[in-house]
């Protein structure tokens, strides 16, 4: 009796199973990648722009003058900004550091797709720790944050 040589290997109907099951792996990995993404990148604005309010209070308190930050939601910057003291109004003042722009991938402050939408005015530190607050809403394709500055200088995040 002859013995049956038994075919190694897959089938066609095998082979394609396992195609199609990487495929929707794939696919479900990719937009979770994305929506990761997008929500990293809003919480790196977020971050950005809190350190500058404590940068903008640290240095109000150790030069004994006003900071501000000047936010223009239209144009989607902000800057910092201190006080003039050689004129009789303390604003405009004298703008340090760079520009920091949310819709320009040259600026290192470019978070992709966030915007900045809005803010109630500008935060004004003054030289004993305290502020003027503010609200800011930042946000993005899959999220939205609130950013809620009190005049003792707390920051809350929603």
């Not at 990487?22 to 971050?47: D, K, N, P, W």
């Not at 920091?100 to 992709?112: A, E, S, W």
Request: with cysteine; proline share 5%.
């Amino acid at each position: 009796m002859m013995g049956t040589k038994k075919a190694k290997g897959f089938t066609l109907i095998e082979l394609i199973i396992v195609i199609l099951l990487v495929t929707i792996l794939y696919s479900i990995g990719c937009f979770s990648f994305h929506q990761f993404m997008a929500r990293y990148r809003l919480e790196g604005a977020v971050r950005s722009l809190v350190s500058d309010f404590y940068l903008a209070r640290m240095k109000a308190i150790g030069k004994n003058c006003f900071y501000r930050l000047r936010i223009n939601p239209e144009g989607k910057e902000y800057f910092l900004e201190q006080e003039s003291l050689g004129n009789t109004s303390p604003w405009p003042g004298n703008r340090e550091g760079v520009l920091r722009k949310f819709d320009d991938p040259k600026n290192p402050y470019y978070f992709p797709g966030v915007e900045l939408v809005s803010s109630s005015h500008d935060p004004i530190f003054l030289p004993r720790g305290t502020v003027v607050g503010t609200t800011i809403l930042l946000r993005n394709d899959y999220a939205q944050k609130t950013i809620i500055l009190s005049s003792q200088g707390r920051v809350k995040i929603r």
